[in-house]
């Protein structure tokens, strides 16, 4: 997998894609020099992990003939500073399921956790550095 980043100012905004040549936009904050004409590259980091899950939930979900009218995830992360730099990773991670539809719960919390622990390449990518969990609500 290989994505690529284009300056697009001669501050911090960047146009990022990767094979689905998709643009998203990237840019730091005000108080750096950023105009805040994308998000940040942590956020993507969160945004990422909340778009692995939800397309291994939704798929599972489908093959269970489940009815899924509308579905919200919300990704909250802690993250830590290391002592000596100016790096803060991620070192507590909720993923927030927000349901509605025609859904059995045992099957939606099966489904999370087939993707937690078996699927989500993301989940696999930060799960030896942060705590990873997550809550529920259907409707």
């Known amino acids: ?7 697009v100012d001669d501050a911090f905004h960047f146009e990022a894609f990767g094979a689905s040549n998709t ?3 990237m840019d730091a904050n005000v108080d750096i020099g950023g105009h805040n004409l994308g998000a ?12 692995c899950t939800a397309i ?9 003939r489940q009815v899924i009218e509308d579905l919200r995830i919300s990704v909250d992360g802690e993250r830590v500073k290391i002592e000596g730099t100016e790096m803060s990773p991620f070192s ?7 349901f509605k539809g025609q859904l059995d ?3 939606i919390e099966r ?6 622990e078996k699927y989500c390449s993301a989940t696999a990518q930060f799960s030896p550095t942060s705590e990873i969990t997550h809550t529920l609500k259907i409707n």
Request: aromatic share 2%; no cysteine.
């Open 56 to 64: 291994d939930v939704i798929l599972i979900l489908k093959k269970q």
């Open 105 to 107: 719960q045992v099957k």
């Open 23 to 25: 643009i998203n936009h």
């Open 92 to 98: 507590k991670i909720n993923i927030h399921f927000a």
């Open 40 to 51: 940040r590259p942590m956020e993507m980091l969160l945004m990422g992990l909340g778009g």
């Open 111 to 116: 489904a999370i956790q087939l993707s937690m």
């Open 1 to 7: 997998m290989r994505v690529e980043l284009i300056r």
